[in-house]
Nanobody, 115 residues
Framework: VQLQASGGGLVQAGGSLRLSCTAS?????????MGWYRQAPGKQRELVAS???????DYADSVKGRFTISRDNAKKTVYLQMSSLKPEDTAVYYC?????????WGQGTLVTVSS
C-alpha cells in the first residue's frame, strides 16, 4: 500500500490549505482509523488529527478549532482542512492508519507558514 500526500505549500500566517492523502494498492481503507501526522524540523512526528471508520474525529490541542479532518472512503482519501495557520504549523505532513501497523510513510507534503 502506498500513501500519497499532497496539497502542501507556502502560505502566510492566517491562511488556509487543504491536504489530501490517497491510499493505493490493496487495502481495507474503510476499516481503518486514519490520521494526519506532522514532523517539524528537529522534532518528533506527532499525531494532529484522526478519523475513525465511523467518522469520529479527534484533534491535538494545538490544532483544535483550526483543522478539520475528513475522509472519502470511495476514493480511499483522507483530507485535512487547515485554517488560521500559524508559523508553528510548519512541518512535513503525513497520513497513515492508526489501526494495525503503520504503512510505509512516504514523502509527506511540506507546509510552510510564513509570519
Amino acid at each position: 500500500v502506498q500513501l500519497q500526500a499532497s496539497g502542501g505549500g507556502l502560505v502566510q500566517a492566517g491562511g488556509s490549505l487543504r491536504l489530501s492523502c490517497t491510499a493505493s494498492g490493496s487495502t481495507s481503507f474503510t476499516a481503518f482509523t486514519m490520521g494526519w501526522y506532522r514532523q517539524a524540523p528537529g522534532k518528533q512526528r506527532e499525531l494532529v488529527a484522526s478519523i475513525s471508520r465511523l467518522r469520529n474525529t479527534d484533534y491535538a490541542d494545538s490544532v483544535k478549532g483550526r483543522f478539520t479532518i475528513s475522509r472519502d472512503n470511495a476514493k480511499k482519501t483522507v483530507y485535512l482542512q487547515m485554517s488560521s495557520l500559524k508559523p508553528e504549523d510548519t512541518a512535513v505532513y503525513y497520513c497513515n492508519r492508526l489501526t494495525g501497523e503503520p504503512y510505509y510513510w512516504g514523502q509527506g507534503t511540506l507546509v510552510t507558514v510564513s509570519s
